[in-house]
């Protein structure tokens, strides 16, 4: 089994920052694509970025230039720098991590979400 632990959500004003973090651990080989997404009421789960193993990031338009995908691969940890939040960056964010597993599988494994609230 593989668990993804969430940490750094919160409530914060109008371009301010936040860092979340996600941190991988159990029967693990190998991590592929680790990203982030998020969920806003009523509305679907998007991707909000993406970081190879190799360290080959994406990010949707929306968040160009304000977030930072990053990983540390000794701790299997995944981090999302957020700065210049706006109201519409308020969502549940979940970590994901495509796993190979040391029983030879490669599974899809989420966080179990962090709430992130941006104030006007």
């Known amino acids: 089994q593989v668990q993804l632990v969430e940490s750094g959500g919160g409530l914060v004003q109008a371009g301010g920052s936040l860092r979340l973090s996600c941190a991988a651990s159990g029967r693990i080989f190998s991590i592929n694509r680790m990203g982030w997404y998020r969920q806003a009421p009523g509305k679907q789960r998007d991707l909000v970025a993406f970081?190879?193993?190799?360290?080959?990031?994406n990010y949707a338009d929306s968040v160009k230039g304000r977030f930072t995908i990053s990983r540390d691969n000794a701790k299997n940890t995944v981090y999302l720098q957020m700065n210049s939040l706006k109201p519409e960056d308020t969502a549940v964010y979940y970590c994901?991590?495509?796993?190979?597993?040391?029983?030879?599988?490669?599974?899809?494994?989420w966080g179990q979400g962090a709430q992130v609230t941006v104030s006007s």
């Open positions: 994901y991590a495509d796993v190979t597993t040391t029983g030879w599988s490669t599974v899809g494994y």
């Open positions: 970081i190879t193993g190799n360290g080959r990031t």
